[in-house]
């Protein structure tokens, strides 16, 4: 039995706990709020909780001392301060990324990190981090030589949309305004570039669902586009929503809501983000039953021939814990696992899709319920 802390007791901290538990870890639930913590321990049945705050990684050592793997579920802004403190306690290191700025200076960990014997691994969720250990797969069923395209198309919906956006409090507010507002990497006739998030909005059919948009946003690619450069001719990343959702959120962006800098009106003085961040989290209804939906595949003329391979996940909520919070919690669960037993022995910075194969993670995710079915079937 290894000990693991799961830093952050929210929606995806308490089902990474829960997973992590049930695999026969010592599990440690830390959070800021102590309270928080202990309830959250106590629903998934972790050994320890402990108050700690991801804003102070210099006082994290004790918490550390012995850990086998660090799975950091807090905001972003947090991660690479929290990934020098695993390496300097020694312990592997697991987020759920999203940011590709915050990402690529945890890869420039990647000496010290191999110094420590560890493995740093950013981006370990759904999107980034299922999906993309699954991109990569979808490449090598199509065997050697050039590519044409790789798409992944990937959405977490309500199951019974309401008002306008279509969309629920699924995970945290200020993270889906990140992924409208940051540039989206994708290759372009072969080269890395950028595009606007929210724009190419395309339909897409799904069975049983509906028709559904799906647009440009940030961070879902990870580093497949620097790592697939030259080697894939088309590659995007875009979010599943019901339509007409890409449209509103463009519009305030376009009038400036999505701003980080203070304005002044009347007395008070808020960031134009802040507050929509705030109106979003109090107004969005709350998770309730939900939808992941995630379609990748990969084109390239073979034998004289267009061949395409391809993956559907449809997945739902069971019960326990929210579809969302299954299908990003449980991957970085499976990949914390074997770098707790040793399966997965590679120290090192690197995203997930570089850290393991689609074979071995989704062996150890066989028994979660999570569906992986060839598309098109």
């Known amino acids: 039995m290894s000990r693991v802390v799961v830093l952050g007791s929210g929606i995806v901290g308490g089902a ?18 102590a309270a928080t913590a202990a309830g959250v321990a106590a629903e998934v049945g972790a050994v320890h909780h402990q108050a700690a705050d991801a804003g102070r990684p210099e006082e994290l050592g004790p918490l550390l001392a012995g850990a086998s793997v660090l799975v950091a579920a807090v905001p972003f802004r947090f991660n690479t301060a929290l990934a020098r403190a695993a390496i300097a306690a020694g312990c592997h290191y697991l987020d759920f990324g999203g940011n590709p700025t915050i990402v690529a200076e945890q890869l420039l960990l990647d000496d010290d ?33 050039p590519v044409e395209r790789l798409a992944m198309r990937v959405g977490a919906l309500p199951a019974h949309p309401r008002g306008a956006l279509g969309y629920q409090l699924s995970f945290s507010p200020a993270g889906l305004i990140n992924e409208y507002a940051e540039p989206c990497e994708v290759l372009r006739n072969g080269h890395y570039t950028t595009v606007e998030p929210l724009t190419e909005i395309e339909p897409v059919d799904w069975p049983g669902i509906g028709t559904l948009e799906a647009f440009h946003t940030a961070g879902g690619s990870s580093s497949l586009p620097r790592r697939l450069e030259g080697e894939v ?5 875009k979010t599943l929503r019901y339509p007409g959702h890409a449209a509103a959120f463009r519009a305030m962006a376009e009038i400036g809501l999505f701003g980080l800098e203070a304005r002044t009106v009347g007395s ?9 961040v705030d109106l979003l989290a109090a107004n969005l209804p709350p998770p309730a039953d939900d939808l992941v939906l995630v379609r990748v595949w990969a084109e390239a003329v073979r034998d004289g021939g267009h061949r395409t391979a391809g993956i559907e996940i449809t ?36 995203t997930m899709e570089a850290a393991i194969g689609a074979d071995l993670l989704l062996q150890e995710l066989d028994d979660s319920g999570i569906t992986v079915r060839p598309w098109p079937s």
Do not use: I, Q
């Open 315 to 350: 997945d739902r909520s069971d019960g326990r814990f929210s579809a969302l919070a299954r299908t990003t919690a449980f991957p970085a669960g499976a990949l914390a696992h074997m770098l707790a037993s040793g399966a997965v022995d590679d120290p090192g910075a690197r």
């Open 233 to 237: 001719k088309e590659l995007d990343y």
């Open 113 to 145: 990190a191999r110094r420590a014997g560890v493995a740093v691994v950013p981006d370990c969720g759904l999107a980034p981090g299922l999906v993309n250990v699954l991109a990569l797969d979808c490449l090598r069923a199509l065997g050697p030589g």
């Open 268 to 276: 008070a003085s808020v960031a134009p983000r802040e507050l929509l």
């Open 16 to 33: 990474a706990a829960w997973d992590l538990a049930r695999r026969g870890h010592e599990v440690v639930v830390a959070d800021a709020d």
